[in-house]
């Protein structure tokens, strides 16, 4: 099984600020990698596929980068919508998905 | 617009049984795999099941492997699944999935809960 390991599990930041998530796989999974957005009594949504592919509708402000078994997620400039948790998949095959633990971001 | 609407989540025993249907709309179900995936109460998300567009190829995580079932039925645009021998530890939000065309779940239901305890 992969496995995914994210850090930090909590983030501290300030609106206007540049953070960064990273997510590491136990074995190559390529580029196969999605990272997800969830607010606090809704379900997830997609923000970045494919390592660095942002979907549609996503702001600019989201980037993912990586490839192999290291990858990031960086929001550029923090607004106050993006204070969530953020979550990172691996979908290498179809046989066996896995997430990270996910990343709190906090308002400092 | 592409919906997903969950239902059948319930209060059940632990062994009990309890069926999830996911009714899709605003695109063609024959085209996409499909995935359950579930999050416990204050806990991360975890892949339960998945299904490709025929349903002819099907897995599951290990900790539900002959418990549940997952099924689709293109014709009428849903998905399910079905869960049995139900443990407290399959307390969850459930959430159905569409899986876009490079895998990533694109799409999300609102989520149905199910809980198991006596």
């Known amino acids: 099984d992969i496995q995914m390991t994210q850090s930090p599990s909590t983030l501290s930041a300030s609106v206007g600020d540049r953070v960064t998530v990273t997510c590491r796989a136990s074995?190559?999974?390529?580029?196969?990698l999605a990272w997800y957005q969830q607010k606090p009594g809704k379900a997830p949504n997609l923000l970045i596929y494919?390592?660095?592919t942002l979907e549609s509708g996503v702001p600019s402000r989201f980037s993912g980068s990586g490839s192999g078994t290291e990858f990031t997620l960086t929001i550029s400039c923090l607004q106050p919508d993006d204070f969530a948790t953020y979550y990172c998949?691996?979908?290498?095959?179809?046989?066996?998905?896995?997430f990270g633990q996910g990343t709190k971001l906090e308002i400092k | 617009e592409v919906q997903l609407v969950e239902s059948g989540g319930d209060l059940v025993q632990p062994g009990g049984s309890l069926r999830l249907s996911c009714a899709a709309s605003g695109f063609t179900l024959t085209n996409y795999w499909m995935s359950w995936f579930r999050q416990a109460p204050g806990k991360g998300l975890e892949w339960v099941a998945n299904i490709k567009q025929d349903g002819n190829e099907k897995y599951y995580v290990d900790s539900v492997k002959g418990r549940f079932t997952i099924s689709r039925d293109n014709a009428e645009n849903s998905l399910y699944l079905q869960m049995n021998s139900l443990r407290v530890e399959d307390t969850a939000v459930y959430y159905c999935?569409?899986?876009?065309?490079?895998?990533?779940?694109?799409?999300w239901g609102q989520g149905t809960l199910v809980t198991v305890s006596s």
């Open positions: 074995q190559s999974i390529n580029n196969w």
């Open positions: 999935t569409r899986d876009g065309r490079t895998g990533a779940a694109d799409y």
């Open positions: 494919k390592a660095s």
């Open positions: 998949q691996q979908y290498n095959s179809y046989s066996l998905y896995s």
